[in-house]
T-cell receptor, first 114, second 110 residues
Framework: NAGVTQTPKFQVLKTGQSMTLQCAQD?????MYWYRQDPGMGLRLIYY???????DKGEVPNGYNVSRLNKREFSLRLESAAPSQTSVYFC?????????????FGPGTRLLVL | SQQGEEDPQALSIQEGENATMNCSYK?????LQWYRQNSGRGLVHLIL?????REKHSGRLRVTLDTSKKSSSLLITASRAADTASYFC??????????FGSGTKLNVKP
């Protein structure tokens, strides 16, 4: 039981390049989330998926797209990376679809955009 | 924004002392959760307190919630060096979203 896994662990991009961050969970959770964490700050919600087949915007969705590929996988895509997107990206999941649930986090992807 | 704010931003104590950190938030909540983040790692859930609860305990952790003041506190008793980490509060709304504060960085000196 690996929990929440994220790939890659670290990535360097040039401005304008695109990439997809992958997230998978093996806990049969219904909801999945993407956050970004900037230095010295808390997490800000980018997008979330309350259940398979649905996605919704969070606080900071601009510049990102997501795909809930199936119940296990939730990917985050940067179509044209910008230096302002340099951050650590965390994926999380919860069993239920309500915010009263405990979130389980992946180890993070560190992204540097030059 | 519903985002919480932790206070203090940083706290340094000796092993064996108690550590108290506070969280304030802006709008009504369904629940409030505390998470720990070790350096370079993901967040780990510590404890959840519902909006109709006032106090909750889990091992060396004690959490209080005052919805009239829109604030919560996390007390870690008899701290250990292994408690060194950043601590975040997260508020859950009545739907699917969580809002995280900016965190308190705790350093426990051996």
């Amino acid at each position: 039981n690996a929990g929440v896994t994220q790939t890659p662990k670290f990535q360097v991009l040039k401005t304008g390049q695109s990439m997809t961050l992958q997230c998978a969970q093996d806990m049969n959770h219904n909801s999945m989330y993407w956050y970004r964490q900037d230095p010295g700050m808390g997490l800000r919600l980018i997008y979330y998926s309350a259940s398979e087949g649905t996605t919704d915007k969070g606080e900071v969705p601009n510049g990102y797209n997501v795909s809930r590929l199936n119940k296990r996988e939730f990917s985050l895509r940067l179509e044209s990376a910008a230096p302002s997107q340099t951050s650590v990206y965390f994926c999380a999941s919860t069993f239920g679809t309500r915010s009263r649930e405990t979130q389980y986090f992946g180890p993070g992807t560190r992204l540097l955009v030059l | 924004s519903q985002q919480g704010e932790e206070d203090p931003q940083a706290l340094s104590i000796q092993e064996g002392e108690n550590a108290t950190m506070n969280c304030s938030y802006k709008t009504s909540i369904n629940n409030l959760q505390w998470y720990r983040q070790n350096s370079g790692r993901g967040l780990v859930h510590l404890i959840l307190i519902r909006s109709n609860e006032r106090e909750k305990h889990s091992g060396r952790l004690r959490v209080t919630l005052d919805t009239s003041k829109k604030s919560s506190s996390l007390l870690i008793t008899a701290s250990r060096a292994a408690d060194t980490a950043s601590y975040f509060c997260a508020t859950g709304d009545n739907f699917n979203k969580f809002y995280f504060g900016s965190g308190t960085k705790l350093n426990v000196k051996p």
